[in-house]
């Protein structure tokens, strides 16, 4: 796409584009004016703030097999799928998804990153050898060794890393170097664990299907259980109820056993977003990410103690689930206990469908169905804006409702109570060729309040039908306030077949970790690579994390 005026104006920034307005007699925007007259902040009490804009020139959709970047800015390598992490010789797992830097004595050059591995798809073959374009998926033939390599590749990382003479560097022997993996032992809290619906589990063996996730305020991650019924199926195991959670890992301890959140509800859990309410409750924004799922919340039972450290995980073992109806603004409780649907609720066999709040957790879908949660179109990562406290929600697409492109929601919790069961939204942007981006995943802001958005076309649509005009997937910047609130600005764009995933900045802002997943899937032969990055030439493409800077 070509970068039209109005957008280069905004490349120059306000004090040269009311010089450039001169030339053009496009008449010069003032700090917070709006051009289109769009803006109805006021509907939802806030302030019309000055404009931030983007300094960069925002590049084309392009489908080239790279990570291409705005002009002064550069990428560099951290971490591919099968590099050693410590001095044990684990290794980094497939399909880097999520990032989370994490400061050593607050520095922004020297920190742990912890990286989700979501899932192996065709790509399974680059793991384990099994050739899953020839094979009848009816059949699985995966031999026991394969499903071992198969849930090693999953899970997450923790490496550590390092900025020297302006480069980042993984550090291979690192202390901190671990693997929490589909063979890891998970112990199991809150009202599901130990329970009927559980089959009795207080632990459970592994975490995958890790796409997204969030960070906690006591120095920990939260890492999402997405498509676990895939895995579940591929590697032969027995229990799917040990699986669709958000687990909790603490990357600064290395002898530390992750734990499965059941409170948070199972379901395809894309990320989490965690505020405090006026209340001082917890609260953790969560979506479903399939068609026709829902948006969940969880408000803690307790309050938040920051002199409490890490005491404070407790808050996540005991408290309110909530799913969303948008049609009534409101929040709606999974309490077995407090909702008569819940309790009347009857399967077709006419016996009931929940007999415990275990029962809702480990059904979560169903519950929210039967409590008249709405269901949405694919609602991905869940974010809260730093200054206003409003949340964001990315709601990738649904073609079964021709919702192709997707839109990003923002949802306005009454009195600004996180904690509250009342909420207003608007329809903050919307994907498509008008705005030059489609299928919005997961959401970053920076501290000026600014989203960044990774899109995610599937490499089986990209490039091709409707989806041609948007070249490889990419990642945009939006401003949330000002003249161009709304309008998207592409940053990158990602090599041949992948998603760019997990963007997180580090606490200066001058380095942006991102995650380059399935470079090269939807390929047609493993004989014939669609995808060579990062290595070029023949290569066959290695999923991993970079380091973008020049911020
Ligand atoms: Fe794993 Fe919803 O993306
Ligand atoms: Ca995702
Ligand atoms: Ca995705």
Redesign the pocket.
């Known amino acids: 796409m070509e970068i039209n005026r109005r957008q280069f104006l905004t490349y120059l920034g306000a004090g040269t584009a009311a010089l450039a307005s001169l030339a053009t007699g496009i008449p010069a925007l003032a700090e917070g004016e709006s051009a289109s007259g769009k803006t109805a902040d006021d509907l939802f009490g806030l302030d019309a703030k000055a404009s931030n804009r983007p300094k960069f020139l925002p590049i084309k959709a392009t489908s080239k097999d790279d990570v291409v970047l705005p002009n002064g800015y550069k990428y560099e390598v951290i971490a591919l799928y099968g590099d050693k992490i410590n001095s044990k010789g684990d290794t980094f797992g497939m399909n880097a ?1 999520f990032t989370c830097y994490l400061p050593i004595e607050g520095k922004s050059d020297h920190g742990l990153l912890w990286v989700n591995h ?1 899932y192996c798809g065709e790509l399974e073959y680059y793991v384990n050898g099994y050739d899953t374009l020839n094979s009848d998926s009816s059949k699985n033939l995966r031999t026991a060794e394969q499903i071992e390599k198969y849930l090693y590749a999953l899970g997450g990382s923790i490496i550590e890393v390092k900025k020297a003479d302006g480069k980042w560097t993984l550090v291979a022997d690192s202390k901190y170097g671990r693997r929490i993996s589909g063979l890891t032992k998970h112990t199991v809290t809150g009202p599901a664990a130990g329970s009927k619906a559980m089959n009795g589990a207080k632990e459970v063996i592994g975490t995958f299907a890790n ?2 996730g969030g960070s906690t305020l006591w120095n920990t991650i939260l890492s999402c259980e ?2 676990y019924d895939t895995v579940v199926k591929e590697c032969k195991l027995p229990d799917a109820t040990h699986y669709g959670w958000v687990i909790e890992a603490d990357p600064f301890d290395p002898k530390s056993t992750p734990k499965k959140h059941t409170a948070l509800g199972r379901f ?1 859990h ?1 990320n989490t977003a965690m505020t405090i309410a006026t209340t001082g409750q917890l609260v953790v924004y969560m979506g479903d ?1 399939a068609n026709d799922q829902y948006v969940y919340k969880y408000v803690s039972k307790g309050k938040y103690d920051p002199t409490a450290g890490k005491n404070n995980s407790k808050l996540l073992e005991e408290g309110t689930l909530y799913v969303a109806n948008f049609g009534k603004g409101t929040w709606v409780a999974l309490d077995y206990e407090t909702n008569s649907a819940l309790k009347s609720a009857k399967n077709t066999e006419g016996q009931p469908l929940f007999t415990s709040q275990a029962d809702v957790l480990v059904n979560c879908r169903e519950a929210a169905k039967t409590v008249g949660g709405t269901p949405m179109d ?1 609602p ?1 990562d869940l974010e809260v804006h730093p200054i206003d406290g409003s949340i964001f929600i990315a709601l ?1 697409n649904n073609s079964k409702h021709g919702n192709f492109y997707g839109q990003i929601v923002r949802m306005f919790e009454k009195d600004k109570n996180h904690a509250g069961t009342s909420f207003e939204f608007e329809i903050f942007a919307t994907g498509g060729p008008q705005s030059g981006f489609a299928a919005p ?1 997961n959401l970053a802001f920076d501290k000026a309040g600014n989203l960044w958005v990774v899109t ?1 076309i599937s490499s089986g649509s990209m490039n091709s039908g409707i989806y041609k005009k948007f070249g490889n997937n990419g990642l945009f910047f939006i401003p949330t306030t000002g003249s161009r609130k709304g309008d998207a600005f592409q940053f990158a764009s990602a090599p041949v077949g992948a998603e760019m ?1 997990g963007p997180w900045f580090t606490p200066d802002e001058k380095t942006l970790f991102l995650s380059v997943q399935h470079p090269g899937e939807n390929l047609a032969s493993y004989d014939a690579p669609t995808s060579h990055w990062p290595h070029g030439g023949t290569a066959v493409a290695r999923p991993g994390v970079i380091a973008i800077t020049g911020f």
């Open positions: 998804d979501e796409c997204s997405e498509n395809s894309e990410d694919r991905e990738t995943d995610d995933t």
